[in-house]
């Protein structure tokens, strides 16, 4: 049922960004984490919290709503880590090399000449976790575009001790993009906070799942992850979740 409701918000949050002509290029945005007129107000505002400042190092998802973030994240001279597509088990990592040259490196395009891949038992320490959304709630409830990444992202990070409960995770979206309600699943990662083109959204979370929630992974899911199918065969459960077949 959580899953059906969950289809319809991002059917309908979609639709009315194409309606409303708040999307921004790719369009369709049917399918994406889309992008928005007003990204950039966004961002700026949610870079200007106190979390963002603190932070020395901020992992990004790579869609095209979060660029102008990851721009201000390497203009301001942070460490920025990017998955690399589909998690195939790397990561981007952006220092020296991206701060020279923000905007073009902030694009996914452009990740691989800009960031040195490393695997993800060598990434940094996290201080803030950018997610990209099609719909977030007051609450801090979101939903992606249903693919999962975001969530096993940040389970495997949090089993090996990269971030903790207390490491914020925030989203930017356009106001078109709040909805009243979404429904919660064991495994889904509510934000922190949320800004929209006009204004910021402090949330009163649930807390964060500690690590991987096995009874709701598909074999076939680990068999089309890479770095899910690593890890798993590391931590010796990959057996578990295949044994299903």
């Not at 009315?16 to 007003?38: C, H, T, Y």
């Not at 990444?149 to 106001?175: C, M, N, W």
Request: net charge positive.
């Amino acid at each position: 049922m959580e899953r059906k409701v969950k289809q319809e918000i991002r059917e309908r949050i979609w639709r009315l960004m194409e309606e409303k002509n708040v999307a921004s290029f790719p369009r369709p945005v049917r399918g994406r984490i889309p992008n928005f007129k007003g990204s950039a107000q966004a961002a700026k505002i949610l870079s200007e919290t106190q979390e963002f400042r603190d932070a020395r190092v901020i992992k990004s998802n790579p869609d095209s709503p979060q660029a102008p973030l990851r721009e201000l994240v390497l203009r301001a001279r942070k460490t920025l880590v990017v998955p690399t597509p589909r998690l195939r088990g790397e990561f981007f990592l952006m220092t020296e090399k991206a701060w020279d040259n923000p905007r073009e490196a902030s694009k996914i395009v452009n990740f691989s000449s800009f960031g040195e891949r490393v695997h993800f038992k060598d990434i940094p320490k996290i201080d803030l976790i950018v997610v990209g959304s099609v719909a977030v709630s007051p609450e801090g409830s979101r939903v992606g575009k249903g693919e999962g990444y975001s969530e096993l992202e940040y389970a495997i990070l949090r089993e090996q001790g990269f971030v903790d409960d207390k490491v914020p995770v925030v989203t930017t979206v356009h106001s078109i993009q709040v909805v009243d309600h979404i429904p919660v699943e064991p495994f889904d990662v509510p934000v922190d906070m949320f800004a929209t083109e006009k204004d910021l959204f402090r949330t009163n979370p649930r807390p964060k799942p500690q690590g991987l929630l096995l009874e709701y992974l598909t074999p076939e899911k680990v068999l089309d992850t890479p770095y899910l199918q690593e890890y798993l065969k590391e931590t010796g459960r990959l057996n578990r979740v295949l044994g299903r077949i």
